[in-house]
């Protein structure tokens, strides 16, 4: 290999901090996440980005040589660690030793060291820095604090908004033929921390890079400061409305999941007089919930708009059968968030309002690592970072006892197109051969690096009898009967029940409009076909009484919303509120099953 292209750890961790020449970048150029280091020099973040994928692109060009030289640093640099010291870390020359020697691990494998992390003890697994806590709920509810390095939050900070705003830039230079504009963007997103015993910040990923960025944020999101940084419980969907529609300059929408921007324009659709009429005079709703110094602060900054609010009600009195954020907004020029795998219906829904606007669906990722990043606006695909941590891929059809199995896993570019693959990390921040639960399918390859999109999680597949049916099966049958009987479908979910006597499945459905209760016999059997067609084995097993009958509730208008807004209000994390699939515990039983449309 050309010496200019051998792995230079040194040289490539600070290309990867920086992806840009270590250079501050200035407020400009859209909806970047600013990263500083004190070059007197400014770029801004379209550039940053522009320098990170060319980054990747680098790596993916040999990203097999790379992985494994990746793999063994990690192993060397953490082999005098608790865990290194344990697993004989030293003693592992090869892919072939770290396979046959390191077993495969879960959450639980690392708990009680973490526990000793959050008060400060170091050396256990690793020796990175760990400068973050990703707080994510766990399977029954208790909280998983999963430790963050700082470099897995650079690669974050570079390969999320940057990255975005690159693709952005260069898709309105392409096809537009002019360059971005600067503006204010919406950003859904509520930013809050705790800390840990140690004095590490504790929240989500994403809150954290809006957290070290607040400086520079707050002359950039339409909504005030202290509706983006808050200590306060307050009603954010309506002051992030009233800030949005005050302010006509908004040049990017950013959410961490498209159900967020969907819920948000929803929301304004519905309440377009009331927060007009405030706009108008300038005054925040009396009844909204604001705290009383809050309240006070933002109505002494405010003024009646009678302009704005008559630009407005003018747009909105024509309807919602087009869509209006191209009107609302003249100078609105893409949107930024994931909107892959079980976001996709919101995602589609989310067009009703934006319309043509050019989407880019940010990366695939986790608390655990960022482990994929869009490379084209609109595209669904994720190119594999290399440079994000260690990978392995365990085929789907893969048998055996955990010692076999994990033998038997494959490399980023040992990987087939169109083939499904748990995937399997090693990171920066401590865990080996961490079995995250995705399942992917590889849609084709970057360089060596495979592109890839998420399927299921393996612990949302459900498997009554065997069956084995997960959630893109379930997106099928969900997407096929929309197309049957004409007529969306808002949000669904689904259900085992293994209280019938044989089994069943419990589909539930909110669709655009009430359906016609006589026709219920006729809807259960098209989205039991088409269950039956997207799983061809769920169907046998229906054809001989294996498992009963599937069951079809309609639930009323707006339940999943409420479902979110419940969430929130209970202290789930905007930023990690994911769309209910699988009703898998007795809260989500008692809601859904009790907001059943009966009528």
């Keep these: 290999m050309n010496e ?19 250079r501050e970048l200035s407020h400009r150029g859209g909806c ?100 973050h806590y990703a707080l994510t709920s766990g399977s029954v509810g208790n909280p998983k604090r999963i430790p963050v390095s700082a470099q897995t939050m650079e690669l974050y900070a570079q390969y999320t908004s940057n990255a975005a705003t690159a693709l952005a830039a260069d898709y309105i230079r392409d096809h537009e033929h002019r360059e971005m504009k600067s503006g204010k963007r919406i950003l859904t997103a509520v930013v809050s921390q705790t800390k840990v015993a140690d004095g590490t910040p504790c929240g989500s990923i994403s809150g954290a890079m809006y957290m070290n960025a607040r400086e520079v944020m707050k002359h950039l999101v339409a909504s005030p400061k202290e509706v983006l940084y808050s200590t306060e419980k307050m009603d954010f969907k309506y002051l992030k409305s009233f800030y949005a529609l005050k302010e006509p300059d908004v040049t990017c929408m950013v959410a961490p999941f498209t159900t967020a921007l969907y819920d948000l324009l929803h929301y304004i659709e519905l309440n377009w007089e009331k927060l007009v009429g405030d706009i108008r005079r300038g005054r925040l709703d009396e009844e909204a919930n604001i705290p009383d110094a809050l309240r006070e602060k933002f109505n002494a900054d405010l003024g009646p708009d009678p302009k704005r609010a008559d630009e407005l009600s003018a747009i909105f009195e024509q309807g919602f059968d087009e869509p209006f954020v191209p009107r609302v907004w003249k100078n609105m020029e893409y949107i930024n968030a994931i909107g892959s795998g079980g976001f996709v219906v919101y995602t589609n ?68 197109v169109g083939q499904d693959y748990e995937i399997i990390i090693t990171n920066f921040s401590g865990f080996y051969r961490y079995r995250i639960g995705d399942v992917i399918t590889v849609n084709g390859y970057e360089g060596e690096s495979p592109k890839i999109c998420f ?27 929309s197309k049957a009987v004409n007529m969306p479908v808002n949000d669904y979910s689904i259900y085992a029940d293994t209280d019938a006597n044989p089994g069943r499945y419990v589909v539930f459905i909110e669709p655009h409009k009430h359906l016609p209760k006589e026709k219920y ?23 001989e009484g294996i498992l009963a009958p599937t069951v079809l509730k309609f639930v009323q208008p707006e339940t999943y919303a409420l479902y979110r807004d419940l969430m929130i209000m209970k202290g789930t994390s905007e930023n990690q509120l994911k769309p209910v699939r699988v009703i898998d515990n007795l809260f989500k039983e008692k809601f859904f099953f009790k907001l059943v449309d009966e009528d």
């Design 4 to 22: 200019e292209k051998k792995l230079n750890y040194e040289t490539r961790d600070a290309v990867t901090a920086g992806a840009a020449g270590g």
């Design 349 to 416: 829904k989310l067009r009703r309002y934006t319309g043509g606007i050019p989407m880019t669906f940010c990366n695939y990722g986790a608390s655990e690592a960022l482990m994929g990043v869009v490379t084209e606006v609109e595209s669904m695909d994720y190119t594999l970072i290399p440079q994000g941590g260690y990978y392995e891929f365990l085929p789907t059809d893969a048998e055996g006892g955990e010692a076999e199995l994990r033998t038997q896993t494959l490399k980023l570019n040992e990987l087939r």
């Design 455 to 481: 399927k299921y999680r393996k612990k949302q597949l459900i498997s009554i009898a065997g069956e084995k049916t997960n959630d893109s099966a379930v997106r099928f049958a969900v997407e096929e009967f």
């Design 521 to 543: 016999d006729e809807y259960r059997a098209i989205i039991e076909d088409k269950l039956s067609n997207a799983n061809p084995s769920f169907g046998a097993k229906v054809r």
């Design 32 to 131: 970047g996440h600013p990263q500083y280091d004190g070059d007197s020099r400014k770029i801004s973040p379209a550039e940053a980005g522009r320098a990170a994928l060319a980054v990747l692109k680098e790596n993916c060009a040999h990203a097999g040589e790379f992985s494994d030289k990746l793999l063994i640093k990690i192993l060397r640099d953490n082999e005098n660690t608790e865990y290194g010291v344990a697993h004989d870390f030293s003693k592992i020359r090869s892919i072939e030793d770290f396979k046959k020697n390191i077993p495969f691990t879960e959450y639980d494998d690392y708990a009680e060291g973490i526990e000793r992390m959050l008060r400060g003890e170091k050396n256990i697994f690793t020796v990175y820095p760990i400068v």
